[in-house]
Structure formats: structure tokens, C-alpha cells
């Protein structure tokens, strides 16, 4: 059973936008606080940023001020635009629910490069 499935990747230049889907499970989204994580390579995933069911949202440092993490509970689907995009924010972008996860989905590819 796929409970998550990322889109919206691809390649972009420093100073770059890109925006961000994650279809969830219902079961599995609603009423629950979800994130956005990412894996740079030789890295280990790290939570880039969550949302609660009522839309209270958390940034890492790293990313605050550029990114923006929304949901539509009715679509059981999660955005993050990204915005002012730097080199090391390159890396496969993953959703998941924060406090009971599931499988992780393939993940989406955001490259940023000249």
C-alpha cells in the first residue's frame, strides 16, 4: 500500500523556486502533524520542515524564511514551496507523518545547480 507519493522535483538554478506535492494515505495524514524531510547524498535525512493538523508550523534553521509548508486536509495533500534556492539545499524530499511513520515514499529530486 503506497501512503505517500512526492512530486514536484527537478533541476534549478541557484536563486530558484520550486514547488512541492505530497499525496498522503488518508488514514495516515489526517489530524495528524506531518513533514517534510530531505536527504542530501552521504547525508542522513533530516526534517526540513512540519505542519499540524490545524496548520502550526515548524522550519529548520536552514531553510526559514525560504520555505513555506502548507496542507490541504480535505485533498489529504502537503505542499513546500521553495523559494531563494541554494547548492545545499540539493537532495531527495520526503513526507511523512511526524509521531507515527510510515513507509517512506521514493522521494522527489530537487537539484540546484548552474
Known amino acids: 500500500q503506497v501512503q505517500f507519493v512526492e512530486s514536484g522535483g527537478g533541476l534549478v538554478q541557484p536563486g530558484g523556486s520550486l514547488s512541492l506535492s505530497c499525496a498522503a494515505s488518508g488514514s495516515i495524514f489526517k489530524g495528524y502533524i506531518m513533514a517534510w524531510y530531505r536527504q542530501a547524498p552521504g547525508k542522513q535525512r533530516e526534517l526540513v520542515a512540519r505542519?499540524?493538523?490545524?496548520?502550526?508550523?515548524n522550519y529548520a534553521d536552514s531553510v526559514r524564511g525560504r520555505f513555506t509548508i502548507s496542507r490541504d486536509n480535505a485533498k489529504n495533500t502537503m505542499y513546500l514551496q521553495m523559494n531563494s534556492l541554494k547548492p545545499e539545499d540539493t537532495a531527495v524530499y520526503y513526507c511523512?507523518?511526524?509521531?507515527?511513520?510510515?513507509?517512506w515514499g521514493q522521494g522527489t529530486q530537487v537539484t540546484v545547480s548552474s
Open positions: 511523512n507523518n511526524v509521531n507515527y511513520p510510515g513507509d
Open positions: 505542519i499540524s493538523s490545524a496548520g502550526g508550523r
